[in-house]
């Protein structure tokens, strides 16, 4: 079969942890790109879920503090007013 070549451009740091990986797994890039490109065609579909929808670090952490507050009712902290809590939101204290 006649072989091609391809050109890929992507972020260096993405493009040596990768190479990194596929070492691991004792592939080169160009056998895990074949290796997908094979899965794609053979199933007519892309072999995993592409999602806009991965929290950041930032996001994971408010829900797991949101988390903890729901186990722990005393970790909650009510006020009366809005004013009240942009006070404590602009306070130096937090």
Known sequence: MAQTSINIRMDE???R???NLC???GLSM???FTVF???VVRRQMIPF???ANVPNAVTVAAIEEVQEMKRNPHLRK???SVEALFEELESDDN
């Open 13 to 15: 740091d993405l493009k």
């Open 17 to 19: 942890d990768f190479d």
């Open 23 to 25: 070492d691991d797994f």
């Open 30 to 32: 160009t056998a895990a």
């Open 37 to 39: 490109a094979k899965t």
């Open 49 to 51: 879920e592409i999602s």
């Open 78 to 80: 009510g006020f009366d």
